[in-house]
């Protein structure tokens, strides 16, 4: 029982020494739903970033892999300079990680993931999600952690959890296949860790 009471006091004071909530929220995917224009180009442009693959436990929220998140939030926040895509391709919508240090909100979270994916997260652990902004669509980074889901936002250097995003859940990527997209129902109550 003591080692247990241990376990559990180091867990809460790595917490809260990270920062990160106890009790995050998970999105709840519903059923399969439109796969927005802009990504359904990329895919067929860069068909091996849109894969099925086999969805893994969510990531385990270590004080290395909170600030991995952190660090690659706020790196490539500083790193693009926001554009359209109208300004920069002569194109409405168009996804693309960035090489020439601009863009929209899409490629500031195509970047960010596979800065992750290449320390070693797996597809079904970031999910490119949309989001409804004071009615505006926006694209953010969801990461499913054992503690809950959290967002990168190229709007905010800080990483949030799901619920304390001002933010409409609109869909996101299905978590067995980065080419598909399924609908957003509703933040689940469970805790995270549960």
């Not at 979270?109 to 004071?134: D, E, P, Y």
């Not at 509703?186 to 549960?194: D, F, L, V």
Request: proline share 4%; with cysteine.
């Amino acid at each position: 029982m003591r080692k247990y009471a241990v376990v559990a006091c180091m867990a809460t004071m790595l917490a809260a020494s990270m920062g990160v909530a106890e009790a995050a929220q998970r999105l709840a995917a519903g059923g399969a739903t439109s796969i927005p224009y802009g990504h359904m180009e990329f895919c067929q442009r860069s068909p091996r970033q849109c894969t099925a693959h086999r969805v893994l436990p969510p990531v385990t929220l270590t004080d290395a892999r909170w600030k991995k998140i952190e660090r690659v939030n706020q790196a490539v926040n500083a790193a693009i300079k926001p554009k359209s895509d109208a300004d920069v391709y002569g194109k409405r919508d168009y996804w693309t990680i960035p090489t020439k240090g601009v863009g929209d909100c899409e490629d500031y979270v195509l970047l960010k993931r596979a800065k992750l994916l290449a320390s070693g997260f797996s597809a079904s652990q970031l999910l490119i999600t949309m989001v409804r902004n004071r009615g505006e669509a926006h694209i953010v980074l969801t990461v499913r952690t054992d503690r809950g889901d959290f967002i990168l936002d190229n709007l905010h250097n800080e990483v949030l959890p799901v619920e304390s995003t001002s933010y409409h859940y609109v869909k996101m990527q299905a978590p067995n296949h980065s080419g598909r997209w399924v609908a957003i129902s509703g933040r689940a109550t469970e805790i995270a860790s549960n």
